[in-house]
């Protein structure tokens, strides 16, 4: 996911020096990106405002806008690096372990991480907002790093299907599990799951 990360990360350095002409202060934003995670939890994507961080975090508006445009664009650079490394997992020698092992971290992300909670927000207010949609698609946090993991077991599954299709076979019934009833599979699911896409894809 690095990659995606990147281009995410280069935009956010470009735009900065565009809208500030400096760079901006890391005890601040470290503050905004802080205060963003701590409101989602406490009111909510909907009552989530720009007042309301900039307030929380101690910084000023005017200092908000100059760095962000939106509270999607904070949430969204709050919960990169939080990505990046939760679902970063290891190769494991074994296919069918390898792809189990990345579903359970996706599953618990989901689940029970702050970035997790503050993906799915995201995910939620791009069903009606072209903006954060726009934003949400150009990050591709989860399929970057999933298909990281399909990459690698790609050898030994040669009828795997083209990188988008693949992935989602791979985190959709993780992914759709989690955002219609905020519940995910247990292991056993997950891995019999797994072993269908590898006879599947081993053909």
Same mark, same amino acid.
């Given at each position: ?11 956010? %350095?470009?735009?900065?020096? %565009?809208?500030? *002409? ?22 909510? @994507? ?12 101690? /910084?000023?508006?005017?200092? +908000? ?10 949430? &969204? ?11 970063? #997992? ?11 092992? @990345?579903?359970?971290? &996706? ?11 503050? @993906?799915?927000?995201?995910? *939620? ?5 072209? #903006?954060?949609?726009? +934003? ?13 993991? &399909?990459?690698?077991?790609?050898? /030994? ?7 988008? +299709? ?5 985190? *959709?019934?993780?992914? @759709?599990?989690?955002? #219609?009833? *905020? #519940? ?12 269908? &896409? ?6």
């Amino acid at each position: 996911m690095r990659d995606t990360v990147s281009r995410y990360s280069s935009a956010v %350095t470009a735009d900065e020096t %565009t809208r500030m *002409g400096r760079p901006r202060s890391e005890r601040s934003r470290r503050a905004v990106l802080h205060a963003v995670d701590d409101l989602l939890v406490d009111v909510g @994507y909907a009552a989530l405002t720009m007042k309301g961080i900039a307030e929380r975090a101690g /910084v000023g508006r005017q200092t +908000l806008y100059r760095w962000w445009t939106t509270k999607a664009e904070i949430l &969204l650079e709050a919960i990169v690096d939080d990505v990046e490394e939760e679902l970063t #997992t290891p190769a494991l020698p074994d296919a069918a372990d390898d792809l189990a092992a @990345y579903l359970r971290e &996706l599953r618990d992300f989901l689940l029970t991480s702050p970035a997790g909670h503050a @993906y799915r927000a995201l995910v *939620g207010e791009a069903q009606h907002d072209p #903006t954060v949609r726009d +934003l949400v698609h150009t990050a591709d946090l989860l399929g970057t790093s999933a298909r990281a993991v &399909l990459d690698r077991v790609r050898p /030994v599954a040669p009828a795997m299907p083209s990188a988008d +299709l693949g992935t989602a076979q791979f985190v *959709g019934p993780v992914v @759709y599990q989690a955002l #219609t009833t *905020g #519940t995910g599979f247990p292991d056993d699911d997950l891995r019999e799951h797994v072993r269908t &896409l590898l006879d599947r894809w081993s053909t």
